[in-house]
């Protein structure tokens, strides 16, 4: 009988170790109704005390007590539970939220990868128009250097010019000086002069006026007389120049006819450096000073040998030597050019430096017109001094025959020699300035 219900109880003792067993081990799993558990181990415990009201084994009451202790520590497990299903609950609440800030993060990271990835275009874009400035920068500042350099070689100019005007104005002042001197020495010797008497001076006055009524009556015969030379010479001269005109038709007929036709080229093209003859298209021939690039060089200076104070029919008929410094002449040059387009290339050395210049289109016209500069065409090449095309239109000037326009002054009498000046000889201060000069001309090729 103690047996069995020593078995009984060890029996429930078991089954409440397997539910605590249980019990821990689902503690994080899914929860238990732990009342209808503790319900069943209460009745099962009355029915052992009904049992064993009359023995009361000290094992027993252990064991007892050992359940009364489990079922405490169940119930202290049991609000353990409770309070971990509240924090998980809050973390649960606490998860979502940052799920939602999470994903809100996202969307903004999104939206911020797509603005930045806008903001990589634009500042593609503005890289390329920083390229293209920069570019177009350093061609400005290019261009401003040269503008700069100019500028600077002007103002020097000008500086020296400004120089030479105070001199001048300087000269002047003294001059004036000298000239207001001269006025009080003048007239302080008219206020002695005046000492005459009255009486002397007006039968001089009487005397000069019959003399001039004379003079004024001679002056009118003389004038008609003139009139009628003037009319006889106009014919005469009319006469004269169609005889001319014949005349030179008839010696330029002549020659055309007269001049042999010779096996010669007739320009420098495919020729040596160095003096050939050429022969050119109306028959003449004569001798010229190729550079071996198929230029004729026209003028040539470069160490002052030479002097080009040259008189109005030497620079026609050209002079110097070939060899050395010369000028090749108008009326060649007319020849060479008039039959076809010919290129203009200047080359001058200075102080502070060398100036080049290319015209595309150079002739010049005939003796009857003063050798004048018909046409300069296009400058193809940058030149700081040359700027020839103000010379356009101008006549040939020696110091011997001044063919400037509306001006009494002439520029070559100051020795620099004969060119197509211009009135006051504004652009032609730095031409003739140079140490050497070389002008050169080639048949126009496109």
């Given at each position: 009988m103690k047996i069995q219900k020593y078995s009984k109880l060890f029996a429930v003792a078991l089954t409440i170790v397997?539910?605590?067993?249980?019990?821990?081990?689902?503690?994080?799993?899914?929860?238990?109704?732990?009342?209808?558990?503790?319900?069943?181990?209460?009745?099962?415990?009355?029915?052992?005390?009904?049992?064993?009201?009359?023995?009361?084994?000290?094992?027993?009451?252990?064991?007892?007590?050992?359940?009364?202790?489990?079922k405490s520590n169940i119930c202290d497990i049991d609000s353990k539970l409770k309070g971990k299903d509240e924090i998980i609950a809050c973390q649960e609440v606490q998860l979502?939220?940052?799920?939602?800030?999470?994903?809100?993060?996202?969307?903004?990271?999104?939206?911020?990868?797509?603005?930045?990835?806008d903001y990589q275009v634009q500042i593609q874009n503005l890289q390329s128009i920083i390229t293209s400035y920069n570019t177009t920068n350093n061609k400005n500042n290019a261009e401003l250097s040269k503008?700069?350099?100019?500028?600077?070689?002007?103002?020097?100019?000008?500086?020296?010019?400004?120089?030479?005007?105070?001199?001048?104005?300087?000269?002047?002042?003294?001059?004036?000086?000298?000239?207001?001197?001269?006025?009080?020495?003048?007239?302080?010797?008219?206020?002695?002069?005046?000492?005459?008497t009255i009486a002397e001076l007006k039968e001089r006055f009487l005397k000069l006026h019959a003399e001039a009524d004379a003079v004024m009556e001679k002056r009118n015969i003389a004038e008609f007389q003139a009139n009628e030379c003037n009319s006889l010479g106009d014919e005469l001269?009319?006469?004269?120049?169609?005889?001319?005109?014949?005349?030179?038709?008839?010696?330029?007929?002549?020659?055309?006819?007269?001049?042999?036709?010779?096996?010669l080229p007739s320009s420098c093209l495919n020729l040596s450096a160095?003096?050939?003859?050429?022969?050119?298209?109306?028959?003449?021939?004569?001798?010229?000073?190729?550079?071996?690039?198929?230029?004729?060089?026209?003028?040539?200076?470069f160490d002052g040998r030479q002097d080009f104070n040259k008189t109005w029919k030497e620079y026609v008929d050209g002079f110097g030597d070939l060899q050395n410094e010369f000028f090749i002449g108008l009326e060649k040059i007319h020849l060479i050019t008039t039959l076809r387009r010919y290129k203009l290339?200047?080359?001058?050395?200075?102080?502070?430096?060398?100036?080049?210049?290319?015209?595309?289109?150079?002739?010049?016209?005939?003796?009857?017109?003063?050798?004048?500069?018909?046409?300069?065409?296009?400058?193809?090449?940058?030149?700081?001094?040359?700027?020839?095309?103000?010379?356009?239109?101008?006549?040939?000037?020696t110091y011997d025959r001044n063919n400037i326009g509306n001006s009494d002054f002439n520029c070559a009498?100051?020795?620099?020699?004969?060119?197509?000046?211009?009135?006051?000889?504004?652009?032609?201060?730095?031409?003739?300035?140079?140490?050497s000069q070389l002008m050169k001309i080639r048949p126009y090729f496109n």
């Open positions: 397997q539910i605590w067993t249980v019990k821990s081990q689902s503690i994080n799993e899914d929860k238990i109704n732990y009342d209808e558990m503790i319900s069943t181990m209460e009745n099962q415990l009355s029915q052992c005390r009904a049992q064993s009201k009359t023995q009361k084994n000290s094992e027993l009451w252990t064991i007892l007590s050992d359940i009364q202790q489990i979502e939220d940052k799920t939602k800030l999470l994903n809100f993060q996202i969307k903004e990271t999104s939206k911020l990868k797509q603005e930045a990835s503008l700069t350099l100019e500028y600077n070689r002007f103002n020097q100019y000008r500086g020296n010019e400004i120089i030479e005007l105070r001199n001048e104005l300087k000269q002047n002042k003294l001059n004036h000086t000298s000239c207001m001197k001269l006025l009080d020495d003048n007239f302080k010797k008219c206020e002695s002069d005046n000492k005459t001269r009319n006469k004269i120049n169609s005889k001319t005109d014949e005349l030179k038709k008839c010696i330029m007929k002549n020659q055309w006819l007269s001049t042999p036709t010779l096996n160095g003096v050939h003859e050429i022969q050119i298209e109306n028959g003449k021939h004569f001798n010229v000073v190729c550079d071996g690039d198929g230029w004729i060089i026209i003028v040539k200076r290339q200047i080359f001058a050395e200075y102080e502070e430096l060398t100036d080049s210049a290319d015209y595309d289109n150079f002739r010049i016209g005939d003796a009857e017109s003063q050798y004048e500069l018909e046409e300069i065409g296009n400058r193809e090449s940058y030149s700081y001094y040359h700027v020839l095309y103000h010379y356009k239109n101008q006549k040939f000037t009498d100051d020795g620099r020699g004969g060119w197509w000046y211009t009135k006051n000889c504004q652009f032609e201060w730095k031409l003739h300035g140079a140490k």
